[in-house]
Nanobody
Framework: QVQLAESGGGLVQAGGSLRLSCAAS????????MGWFRRAPGKEREFVAA??????????RYEESVKGRFTISGDNAKTMLYLLMNSLEPEDTALYYC???????????WGPGTQVTVSS
């Protein structure tokens, strides 16, 4: 089993920055990909960014609206995942989730989430 726990959310003004952290514990050796998702009020959960293919170089992907503003990073041991968010906009307000998956599977390991609120 793998457990995930996010931290670092909060209230920030538009244009500001936050860094989210996700601590992974348990059988992290099984993790193939880790990422960040978010759910804004009244909307479906959406993909934000991910690191895919741990152990084979890794590929980083971003949702279009966060490219150039957000940076995902993590350690090779897959015990920590980060999301540095710059130039935050009110539209970035959401509950942010850390997620992980094994190779060939969908994301099925989720943290409880951390709230990010961006004021205008």
């Amino acid at each position: 089993q793998v457990q995930l726990a996010e931290s670092g959310g909060g209230l920030v003004q538009a244009g500001g920055s936050l860094r989210l952290s996700c601590a992974a514990s348990g059988r992290t050796s099984e993790i193939y990909a880790m990422g960040w998702f978010r759910r804004a009020p009244g909307k479906e959960r959406e993909f934000v960014a991910a690191i895919i293919g741990y152990g084979s170089g890794g590929t980083i992907r971003y949702e279009e609206s966060v490219k150039g503003r957000f940076t995902i990073s993590g350690d090779n041991a897959k015990t920590m995942l980060y999301l540095l968010m710059n130039s935050l906009e009110p539209e970035d307000t959401a509950l942010y989730y850390c997620a992980a998956r094994r190779a060939g599977q969908s994301y099925d390991i989720w943290g409880p989430g951390t709230q990010v609120t961006v004021s205008s």
